[in-house]
């Protein structure tokens, strides 16, 4: 059989269909593949953290220490890739300090009305018990002598207690001041702290989306090179001449 136009027409056609196959698959082939995209290996014998033996390692790092590095580990896990905007990152950030805050306040405020109620206590006690004695004295028999130094010793006793009450209650508050400022000095230092690492961020965050809009456009570009190319081809075959059906025995 003699090839005929038609047909080599067909199979540019064809050719042609394959072509924008590849280049759709060149470009829908990342997200094709994370959709279809399974693990590799079985989960255990994935390379993640042994937590268990992490911990165990832990055990011979001071607390503070470990406090420390799970704070820095915690505030670069906000960054570690660029899904979120800085302004996002941020939000996030101020969120989660409002939240301790918050959390600081209440703890301060259950812990003063403890005291509080633990003072109230043991005054309400203080004075049942001054009363009761002053009640079983009354009743007996004793001379002006001793009864002025029985109410001179109650008297003495009563602004004893509220002396210690008083101390107690400044200590307290000076505790609590000492408390609310390292609370505060240790917001601030974390505050400090993210700034630096959220401007180093803000960086690499511009210069990323820099890169990939870069990448995009040249993305576009090639395709558009090629679509010209695929129908300059196309084109010249167009233009030669017909060639008439037929067969040859």
Excluded: W
């Amino acid at each position: 059989m003699r090839l005929t136009c038609m047909q080599k027409l067909g199979l540019s056609g064809f050719i042609r269909t394959l072509v924008l196959f590849g280049v759709l698959l060149h470009f829908a082939g990342p997200a094709f593949a994370e959709e279809k995209s399974a693990p590799l290996v079985d989960d255990k014998y994935s390379l993640k953290a042994d937590r268990a033996a992490m911990e165990k390692l832990r055990e011979n790092i001071p607390a503070e220490k470990r406090a420390e590095n799970d704070e820095k580990a915690f505030m670069a896990q906000m960054m570690t890739d660029f899904s979120k905007t800085p302004s996002e990152v941020r939000g996030k950030f101020t969120s989660i300090l409002s939240k301790k805050r918050d959390a600081f306040s209440k703890d301060m405020n259950k812990t003063r009305e403890t005291f509080t109620k633990t003072q109230t206590t043991e005054r309400e006690a203080f004075t049942k018990s001054q009363q009761e004695r002053r009640e079983k004295f009354s009743k007996s028999k004793v001379s002006s002598a001793e009864r002025t130094e029985f109410y001179s010793k109650l008297e003495g006793e009563r602004k004893d207690f509220y002396s210690a009450q008083k101390e107690k209650r400044d200590a307290f508050e000076e505790d609590v001041k000492t408390k609310r400022k390292d609370f505060d000095d240790y917001i601030r230092s974390k505050n400090d702290e993210f700034n630096q690492l959220h401007r180093d961020y803000t960086q690499r965050y511009q210069d990323n989306k820099k890169a990939q809009e870069e990448l995009k456009k040249q993305a576009k570009e090639k395709k558009k090179n090629f679509d010209k190319d695929l129908e300059k081809e196309y084109e010249t075959i167009k233009a030669k001449p017909a060639t008439p059906l037929g067969t040859e025995e």
